[in-house]
Every structure is written in C-alpha cells, then in structure tokens.
C-alpha cells in the first residue's frame, strides 16, 4: 500500500514536468483576421478590428478597408473611394499609408503654373502619428504652413532658403533645401498651404518647384536630386504624382477605457487590456504578458507557450508552461542554485526535501483513507449479500427455486420480493399493521409502492420442520389459481424468518363473524348457505381438479376469510401437504385443530382427503348453530359441537341447538338437507364420508333452491319433521362409542 502510494505521488510529481517538451519547432501564428473573412490584399495581412469585404469582417465602418485588385499587386485602401494606399497595418495601433505630396511649380519667368494643394481630413479613429511623422518641406525658395481646418486654431510650418545646390547635403533636412517640423498631436487634418518669396526665379535652375508633406523621416530620406525634380513614387506605379509614407495611429473606439468597458460593444476580448490612446481620443487593446493573437477577438488572446521557444523563456532545467507565463524547474535529483539572476540547476546534495516528505506522506495518507474506505464499503455490502444469501437459503430458497423449477406454471404466478420492498411495505413492521396472530406467527397489513394492499406473513420461529411447511404452502399456493382461496402474491426469504404476501383479504375470518359479539347474526342464512358451497367448492378443487391433489389439513373457520361481498376465501396453507398421485393416504404427523380434528385420522395417523371432510362438517356445525366447535364454557355433554350436534339429532332435537336467526331464515327442507350433509361429513369412518366434491355439488344444489321463510312453522311441525328425517338414518352406537373416546383423548393432548 506504502508502496503504491509512493509510486503515485511520484507520478503525480513529475508528470506536468515530463509533459513538456523542449521542442523548438515554432507554430504558424494564428490569424489575426477574423475567421471567414479575406485575411489578406497581396502581401499584407489585414488584422481585425480592420477588414475588408462583409460588414461582419470589421468591428465598425471606420474600419473598413478596400483592396483594389486591378492593380499588380494588388492594392491595399483606406475605406471606400479614399483612393489612399495602404502600405502596412500593425496590430500595435499603426499603419503606413502614403499621401500626396502638396507642391508649387513655377516657369523660368515666375509664373506659377502647377499647384496642388493637400487637404485631407482623416475619419475620427485615426490620427497622424504626432511621433513617427514630421512636417516636411523641400525647396530652396520654400514657405510651407500647415493649419487646422479653419485656421484659427494653429498655425505651424517651416522655411528653406538656398542660393546654390552646393550645400544641400544627401539625407539630411536641416533646414537648407530641406526643412522639418514636429506636429502637435491629435492632428486629424491635413492643410498644408506653400508659397515662396521669389517665383523660384533664383533657384529656378536647381529648384523650380516646392514640395510639403507629413512623412515618416524612417522611411523617407531627402537627397539633393529632389530639389530638381521630387519623383518618390514609393513603387506605386499608379499614381503620376509623389506620394511619401507616413505614419498613422488607429483607435477601436474614441471613448476612453472606462467609458468603453461600460458599453456592450467594448472591443477588448479575453486576456487583454484597455489602453487610452496617447495621441487624441479613443483607447486600444493588447494581450496582455505572455499571451498572444488579436486582443480585439471576443474569444481574444492565446496562452503563449513560452517553453517552446527557448528566447521566450530562461529555463535551464526543466520548463512548465502556465497560462500566461511558465515555471522553471529543476530535474529530479537537483535544485535551483538559489542565484538571483537566471536559473540554474546543480546536483540537490540532499535528495529528500521536507515539502515533498510532507506532501506525499498526506497524499498516502489520502490514499490509504480513500482505498481503506472503499474496501470497507465492499466487505460490508458484501457481508449483507452473504447474510441475505444465509437467509435464504436457510428458509428454503433453494428448495423453493428447485421447486419453482419443477412447476413451471408457478413461476409466473408468484414473485419473489425483496426485504427492502416488505420493510417499506409494512411501515417497518408497524404495531398499528398488525392484522392478526398465531402459532404460525403474525401477518401485517403491507402497502406496496403501486398502493396495493396486502397481507405479509411473518413465520415467528425457524426450524427445519417449519421451514418445509412454509415452501409446502408457497409451492402448493403458487399452484392455485381459484377465486375462493386466498392468493399468494410472492414471498421474501432474504430475512431471517421467511415472509409470504397474500393478497389483503378486507373482512375478517368466517370465525369471527360467526363467533365474535360484535358479529353477533350478522350472516343471513343464504350468506352462511353461500360461504359454505364456495368453501367446499374450493376444497373439492384441492382434492381432485389440482394435480396432485392437496389435503389442506386445517379446515376450520378461522381459516375461511371473507371479502367485502362476504366470499369466502380459503387460506393458511401451512399445513397442507400435497397427495402423491398414486397415493390415497399419508402417514404423517398428526396436526390440525381441536375440535376440527378428523377422530380417524387422529386415531390412525393416516390422512385422506376425508378429513378436510370432516373439518368442512363441524364448519358446517358452526354455521347452523353458531357455537364454536369446543368450548369447555358449555356442560361436559355439549362440549364438542359434532358430538353433540349428533346426538341432538339422534335425539330429534335438532332445533334446539339451531342458532335462532338459521331457523328463522331457512325453509325446513335446506335444513333437513345441510344438517343431513353435516352429519354425513361427521361419520367415523372416513370411507362412509362423502367426496369433498359431492358436498359442494350437494350444497351448490341448496343454494339454487328458492327461499322460503320458515316463520309460521310451530316448534311441534319441526320436531316431527325432524323426526322423520333422522329415523329415515340409521346411526349407529358404535359411532358415539368412538366419538367419547375421541373427545377424551383431543381433549387431553389438547391441554
Ligand atoms: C510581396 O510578395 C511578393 C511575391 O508575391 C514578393 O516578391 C515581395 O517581396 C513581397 N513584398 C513584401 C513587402 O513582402
Ligand atoms: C509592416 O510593419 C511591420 C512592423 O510594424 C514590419 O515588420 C513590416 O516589415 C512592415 N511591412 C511593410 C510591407 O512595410
Ligand atoms: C510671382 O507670381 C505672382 C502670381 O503670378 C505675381 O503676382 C508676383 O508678382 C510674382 N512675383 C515675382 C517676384 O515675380
Ligand atoms: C521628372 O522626372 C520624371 C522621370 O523621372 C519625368 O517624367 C518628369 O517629366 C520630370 N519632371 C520635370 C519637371 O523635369
Ligand atoms: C484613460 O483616460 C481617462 C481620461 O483621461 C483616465 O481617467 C483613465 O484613467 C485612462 N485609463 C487608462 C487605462 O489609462
């Protein structure tokens, strides 16, 4: 780790001086014109603010230029029809251009005969460069004055007088056939006026004409031919008469900086400064140190690579370029010679500089925080997948996916959630979303993200056993596709103890409606007549239309939920075990419920799909009677309803253990019929039980039968009808025998 993060500080310390080159190669130098725009007339290069062509090319009309093409070379010109050539343009604020010369010629004789006389106004982003140009005169019988526009603001000028051509000396303009005068500045206007004092007629041999003009003394220099005949052409071949260069200066704008920067079109770009001009109004742009390129760009001046060109920088080791300057450095294993002047590098005596210790020791550090955390972060998201993993295969993941597998139809119908998804679902397991408990554990009102609403199951212990009853009734509810048996949505076995999702089932358990106070005859008879046929119907689909059949096990009212519309809809599944097909009957452990227990089964341990019948029968019980099936409230003799219920009606008095609103609501016929079936259910040997399906086909048959209230029936009629229906079956002693000894002995482990 040490290691590592010492290769990576090093990396990190040499690689922006590595980068650098120390190539020598110098780029071409960007355009200055502006992108799109002519760059060029013949040789010269037309910088921006100044542009030739669409309006777009140059900043305002001022600078726009001209180049008159029809000449060879072409020709740059000062804006349109100035008919002035342009002989350079420079970014820096200037430009050459040439101007005729302003001359007075005479005959021998004294009589003028060519004059021409230079006034020129320039537009108001230029000036004439008050230190580059000079007032310039050439003759020997000269005036020359140059003036303001009207002439009441200056006058200025020189004169040159000459008997003879023999003192006049090459290249100098000291006043003998040559004179110059500086110019104030600011000067827009050219007037220049020349006169002399004698016609010319005493120097007319050598002289006969006077010539004035501003120019550039760099690049013009007198010579004593030009008192004979001034023919400076400047190589522009076009014009007939003389032109000098001069030299002007150019503004942006005539505002100064401040009042430039507050306006929209403020011509100064990036990495550049305003500068007021030093010759009249208007202000200017440069880039500013170690930048380069055309400041009156908006996007305005490039970084200038000063490590490329080894004159721009003084780096004797290693150079780094910055924007707008550079950094010298030393190689590794030197140091700067601490020397003012320039930048030298001599072997470091010490290789461990404290600023660098420091420096990469918090950079390992930093490293080692940041790996340290990151490995932190993995293990523990990696140790929760474990744990989820455990879980999951510890409540029967892997059988259940094995299961899943071999039933593909289940697949589809069942998802398996996450336990993020439940935890969110059941407001974290919420006191207020407790919708009941039991042995099995407690189920949760949950509410799914889509605001579905369902019921969650959660086991209360795990132990092997528990674990295969649980998949038994995923695997047995995934199968089932029915409308009166409660819907398994999914289940979630990332938890500790597995979760099943049912669909919410609104109205309670058929028990509670029968039993609880607040219940109290709250089921109409037809209800009751209804709930039980859909009970059976569901049942009877257990038992022959699922393949294998299911035994549910534990049918009893608890188990039967109802819906709004009171449907009835089987559920608890947990104890169900599905039926081999080639097998009738199962030797299992004995469960079920008090007082639902098939006596057969509990005597034998051999289970059939008879013992959901019985079961159904003391359902059955309850819904005529509307007593629970034991209660050890009532007398030793009525303690179990299916005994005594039996008994009752071998006793012909059935009516008295009928629930009083049943007797009111039923016609005598249903009654007969429904306490009949119960009985059948209830018989001992399970062989003599009808099928589950029998008992819906019969119960479906009573439910299609038109009501018919039974209220003006007397006690007597019905006992005696009673009567007759139970004499017409013959139940047998041994029946009850069997019936005591089982009640004794569910009573018992009951305790
Ligand atoms: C202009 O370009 C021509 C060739 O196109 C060249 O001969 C001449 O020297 C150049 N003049 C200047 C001032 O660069
Ligand atoms: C234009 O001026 C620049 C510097 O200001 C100079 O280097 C260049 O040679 C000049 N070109 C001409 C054609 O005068
Ligand atoms: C010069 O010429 C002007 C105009 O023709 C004339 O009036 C003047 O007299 C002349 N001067 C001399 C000294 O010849
Ligand atoms: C001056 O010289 C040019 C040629 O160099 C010639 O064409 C012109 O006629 C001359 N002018 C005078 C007044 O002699
Ligand atoms: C430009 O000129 C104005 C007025 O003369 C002055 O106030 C200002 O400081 C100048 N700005 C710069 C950048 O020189």
Redesign the pocket.
């Known amino acids: 780790m040490v290691c590592a993060s010492l290769l990576f500080l090093h990396f990190i310390l040499l690689w922006p001086l590595t980068s650098s080159s120390s190539s020598t190669s110098s780029p071409t130098p960007p355009s200055l014109t502006k992108r799109g725009c002519r760059e060029k007339c013949g040789n010269l290069s037309i910088p921006y603010p100044f542009g030739i062509g669409d309006s777009s090319c140059y900043k305002q009309p001022a600078h726009e230029l001209v180049c008159d093409d029809s000449s060879n070379p072409p020709v740059l010109l000062l804006g349109q029809g100035s008919n002035i050539p342009i002989l350079n343009i420079s970014l820096s604020g200037q430009m050459t251009i040439t101007l005729w010369v302003a001359y007075d010629c005479y005959t021998r004789l ?3 005969y060519d004059r021409f006389n230079q006034r020129i106004t320039l537009s108001k982003l230029l000036t004439f460069s008050d230190t580059r140009n000079k007032f310039t005169a050439i003759g020997c019988d000269t005036r020359a004055f140059m003036s303001d526009p009207k002439g009441d603001v200056f006058h200025s000028g020189c004169v040159s007088l000459c008997g003879n051509p023999v003192n006049v000396v090459d290249g100098s303009c000291s006043g003998i056939g040559c004179c110059q005068t500086a110019i104030p500045k600011g000067l827009r206007t050219l007037n220049i006026d020349l006169s002399s004092y ?2 010319h ?1 005493k120097s007319w041999d050598f002289n006969p004409c006077s010539y004035a003009f501003l120019a550039d003394p760099e690049q013009f220099k007198f010579s004593v031919s030009d008192l004979l005949n001034f023919t400076n052409n400047n190589g522009l071949s076009f014009r007939s008469r003389s032109s000098v260069p001069l030299v002007l200066d150019w503004v942006v704008g005539v505002e100064t900086c401040e009042e430039a920067m507050r306006r929209t079109n403020y011509a100064c770009g990036e990495n550049s400064q305003c500068s007021n001009s030093t010759n009249g109004p208007g202000y200017r742009c440069y880039c500013k140190q170690g930048y380069q390129g055309n400041p009156y760009f908006s996007q305005g001046c490039e970084d200038i690579d000063e490590c490329l060109d080894p004159d721009l920088n003084s780096c004797e080791g290693l150079c780094t370029n910055i924007p707008g300057s550079y950094i010298c450095s030393c190689p590794h294993g030197t140091l700067d010679d601490g020397e003012k002047d320039g930048f030298r590098c001599i072997p470091s005596p010490v290789q461990f500089s404290f600023l660098r210790f420091a420096l990469g020791t918090g950079l390992g550090l930093l490293f080692i925080l940041i790996v340290g955390s990151w490995i932190y972060w993995i293990l523990r998201k990696r140790n929760i997948i474990r744990l989820k993993e455990k879980f999951f295969k510890q409540n029967g993941g892997l059988l259940l996916q094995q299961q899943l597998l071999m039933r593909e139809r289940a697949i589809e119908a069942s998802k398996i959630f996450s336990a993020e998804e439940l935890k969110k679902a059941s407001n974290n397991y919420a006191e207020d979303r407790v919708l009941g408990r039991g042995g099995y554990g407690t189920v949760y009102k949950g509410i799914l993200p889509d605001n579905k609403i369902v019921a969650i199951k959660k086991s209360k212990v795990i132990d092997e056993t528990q674990i295969e009853q649980f998949i038994n009734e995923v695997v047995i509810l995934s199968q089932i596709n029915h409308k009166n048996v409660v819907k398994l949505l999914g289940c979630c076995l990332e938890t500790e103890v597995p979760l099943l999702v049912y669909e919410f089932i609104t109205n309670g358990t058929l028990f509670e409606h029968i039993h609880d106070e607040g219940h109290v005859s709250s089921i109409s008879w037809g209800n009751r007549l209804r709930i039980a046929a859909e009970t059976a119907g569901a049942l009877a689909y257990l038992h022959s239309a699922a393949s294998p059949p299911i035994i549910h096990r534990d049918v009893k009212s608890t188990n039967i939920l109802l819906d709004k519309d009171q449907r009835a809809k089987v559920s608890d599944f947990g104890a169900s075990r599905l039926v081999p097909l080639d097998q009738t009957q199962l030797s299992t452990l004995v469960q079920g419920t008090l007082g639902y227990l098939d006596p057969e089964y509990f005597l034998t341990s051999q289970l059939t799909d008879k013992s959901d019948v019985y079961s159904f029968g003391v359902v059955l019980l309850e819904l005529l009677t509307g007593k629970q099936p034991i209660s050890f409230e009532r007398p030793q003799v009525e303690r179990n309803l299916a005994m005594y219920f039996v008994l009752s009606m071998k006793e012909n008095r059935l009516s008295e253990i009928l629930e009083h609103r049943v007797l009111q609501e039923a016609s005598m016929e249903q009654l007969q019929k429904v306490a009949d079936l119960a009985k059948s259910c209830l018989r001992l040997n399970g062989e003599e039980r009808p099928a589950m399906k029998e008992v819906a086909m019969e119960l479906d048959s009573l439910t299609k039968f038109t009501k018919r209230p039974w209220v003006a029936q007397s006690s007597k009629e019905t006992d005696k009808l009673l009567g007759e229906l139970l004499n017409s079956r013959n139940g047998s002693i041994v029946e009850y025998q069997s019936m005591t000894d089982y009640l004794e002995l569910s009573l018992d482990t009951g305790r």
Request: aromatic share 16%; glycine share 16%.
């Open positions: 004294g009589v003028p004698y016609n007629t």
